[in-house]
């Protein structure tokens, strides 16, 4: 199996609503990450969990938090968000050690922020 | 800082080659990794570069450059399906889990 599962595809949601995104990859990497993407813009890198164990925040706002329960699994809460949130959110996995440089991503969920 | 620039659009005939240029600026970084991106699409990785010099895989081939901080992504054969956003990235040293893109680069092929 060497697929990243997300879900849902699609979200959307208020402002004053409480949501949560779901990653889960069955390849045994335990790096996992958050990456958001605008349209017509690269991946920008959210999160990082290596080990199960938060290693990167890029300076994300208290309204995103990243959960990993286990080496499979990665959620994304989300609350209080603003219609700039809306993006694409990319889920993604790779082995851990320098010479693995390989991330293995998800199809995305696509969420918009009304 | 780190930063990876790339020609934001390309267009080219089926069939023909294509190079899709990256430069960068960094103060290390481990080698040099390319992605394809359909719209709708999630990135998929297509090659990597560790060392200078020339990787093929199949249609697919991309180079490094450490001297000239430059690298690029050659594309042989065009097909219609190569139509998508290509995304040269790296891996700084000493943060080896944040892999940053680069800026991306659109890949019209037209008949």
């Known amino acids: 199996d060497t697929e990243v599962t997300q879900t849902p595809k699609h979200l959307v949601m208020g402002m004053t609503n409480k949501k949560s995104l779901k990653c889960e990859q069955h390849m045994g990497h335990r790096a996992m990450y958050w990456y958001k993407q605008k349209a017509k813009k690269p991946p920008e890198l959210m999160f990082v969990?290596?080990?199960?164990?938060?290693?990167i925040n890029e300076s994300v706002p208290s309204r995103f938090s990243p959960e990993c329960p286990n080496s499979s699994l990665l959620n994304l809460h989300l609350h209080a968000l603003q219609p700039e949130d809306s993006a694409l959110y990319l889920c993604?996995?790779?082995?851990?050690?320098?010479?693995?440089?390989?991330?293995?991503f998800g199809s995305g969920t696509q969420l918009s922020v009304l | 800082g780190q930063s990876l620039e790339q020609p934001s659009e390309v267009t080219a005939v089926e069939g023909a080659i294509v190079q899709i240029n990256c430069t960068y600026q960094t103060s290390g970084f481990y080698g040099l990794s390319w992605y394809q991106q359909h719209d709708g699409g999630a990135p998929t990785f297509l090659s990597y570069n560790a060392l200078d010099g020339l990787e093929e895989t199949g249609r697919f081939s991309s180079f490094l450059s450490r001297s000239d901080s430059y690298g690029y992504l050659l594309l042989q054969e065009l097909q219609m399906k190569d139509s998508a956003s290509y995304f040269c990235?790296?891996?700084?040293?000493?943060?080896?889990?944040?892999?940053?893109f680069g800026t991306g680069t659109k890949l019209q092929v037209i008949p």
């Open positions: 993604a996995s790779s082995p851990t050690g320098a010479t693995n440089e390989k991330l293995f």
């Open positions: 990235a790296f891996r700084p040293q000493g943060g080896y889990q944040k892999v940053t």
């Open positions: 969990y290596s080990y199960e164990k938060l290693s």
